[in-house]
């Protein structure tokens, strides 16, 4: 389906269910016109990329997991990818683990002892290389920092105090904002009360006080 705005095109099931979607990069950009060809190879010119990282456990009893990221966009032929530990130069390389291509991103697993250096390789579904990632090196996260990220307390003590230091920011904000412009605590209660931004509040003359109606420069003049 074409909806011309920005080239967007979207391809659906026969219940409706939206498969994909895809848009021109530029916004100028329109068509109207889409079409899918039956039997389409993807196959792109970019290697797959990928990221490791290395999940510390101190329990003697349990290894270290691997775990990688891997994804290649525009790919139709890959079945299954291959995990290969190497050095920095990339050779030699020794197998680790199978995975099954599972979308857009597919993850592999691995336990054992913790490789240094990895590749991905991508594979047919004759099992034939199609292509080979770029050598990481494989990131070492503590098991502890995972399993304190994943901790609903931690991440809702997170949440509060990100949120208190964002309403702390818009009203230093404000207060700065209405020192510049010479405001008063009044002008900062219709600034909130408003919802105006401060730069668009008009300059007010100054009064004697409270209850005045006498402004300071006619009652100088007297």
């Known amino acids: 389906m074409g909806w011309s705005e920005r080239g967007l095109q979207s391809e659906h099931s026969a219940n409706g269910t939206m498969l994909m979607q895809a848009r021109f990069q530029s916004n100028w950009l329109g068509t109207y016109r889409t079409f899918k060809f039956d039997g389409f190879v993807g196959m792109p010119t970019k290697p797959p990329e990928d990221v490791a990282q290395v999940v510390v456990s101190h329990d003697p009893n349990v290894g270290n997991r691997t775990e990688v990221f891997v994804s290649w966009n525009g790919a139709t032929e890959v079945a299954k990818w291959r995990?290969?530990?190497?050095?920095?130069?990339?050779?030699?390389?020794?197998?680790?683990?199978?995975?099954?291509?599972?979308?857009?991103?597919?993850?592999?697993?691995?336990?054992?002892t913790s490789p240094q250096y990895v590749v991905v390789e991508a594979l047919a579904r004759n099992d034939s290389v199609l292509a080979t990632s770029r050598v990481v090196e494989v990131e070492v996260v503590p098991a502890e920092y995972l399993n304190l990220l994943h901790n609903p307390l931690f991440v809702a003590a997170f949440a509060v105090t990100v949120a208190a230091a964002l309403v702390l920011a818009a009203v230093w904000g404000l207060v700065t904002c209405l020192r510049r412009k010479g405001g008063s605590g009044s002008r900062f209660l219709d600034l909130l009360r408003m919802g105006r931004r401060c730069?668009?509040?008009?300059?007010?003359?100054?009064?004697?006080?409270?209850?005045?109606e006498e402004p300071l420069m006619d009652r100088d003049k007297g």
């Open 83 to 112: 995990l290969l530990e190497t050095t920095k130069s990339g050779k030699p390389r020794e197998h680790l683990a199978f995975a099954a291509e599972t979308g857009f991103e597919s993850k592999i697993h691995y336990t054992g």
């Open 199 to 212: 730069r668009t509040l008009p300059n007010k003359r100054p009064y004697v006080g409270e209850g005045s």
